[in-house]
């Protein structure tokens, strides 16, 4: 897997003082994508054990509140497979910090088991995550008044509320 950016200081992405990983990666070209240069899989620079280690130590400051993971799209099975064994660490080193996602797959219709992205650890990268922001970006629905998200149709899901 690749990934575009680290913010080290992201206050955009979710609530507080965050980390953020762009992953690199997404079959969903939206119009008007904020990123688009990271729809393809081969942006950026490879995602190491430095790379990781480099994040976990982005987090340890007790005035960052959480992780945040962006794309690209974190969902596309490529990506699944690198970042449940980050999302798994993240929360065995730091249980109290938060972690958002953003996935323009939905929730309830692709990452369920069946749906278009689900894979054998789709439902544990799941489980690591507090708050999922799901759905396409929708130029003709962006509304730049909503928080912690880009256009109407997407939805704040507290995954945390639900297990």
């Given at each position: 897997?690749?990934?575009?950016?680290?913010?080290?200081?992201?206050?955009?992405?979710?609530?507080?003082?965050?980390?953020?990983?762009f992953v690199s990666g997404c079959r969903h070209h939206c119009?008007?994508?904020?990123?688009?240069?990271?729809?393809?899989?081969?942006y950026g620079e490879p995602f190491t054990d430095e790379v990781k280690d480099r994040i976990l130590k982005l987090l340890e400051p007790v005035y960052i509140q959480g992780f945040s993971l962006l794309g690209g799209e974190p969902f596309e099975p490529e990506n699944q497979v690198v970042l449940v064994n980050l999302l798994r660490e993240i929360k065995e080193t730091y249980p109290k910090k938060d972690i958002w996602c953003y996935s323009g797959y939905l929730f309830d219709v692709d990452l369920v088991e069946g749906g278009?992205?689900?894979?054998?650890?789709?439902?544990?990268?799941?489980?690591?995550?507090?708050?999922?922001?799901?759905g396409?970006?929708?130029?003709?629905?962006?509304?730049?008044?909503?928080?912690?998200?880009?256009?109407?149709?997407?939805?704040?899901?507290?995954?945390?509320?639900?297990?």
């Open positions: 897997m690749n990934y575009g950016t680290i913010k080290e200081y992201d206050i955009a992405d979710g609530p507080g003082v965050r980390v953020s990983l119009k008007g994508c904020f990123n688009e240069e990271t729809w393809n899989f081969n278009r992205v689900y894979t054998e650890v789709t439902d544990e990268m799941l489980s690591y995550i507090d708050v999922l922001v799901d396409e970006f929708v130029e003709e629905l962006k509304d730049i008044t909503l928080k912690f998200r880009g256009s109407s149709n997407q939805r704040i899901l507290e995954l945390a509320k639900l297990r």
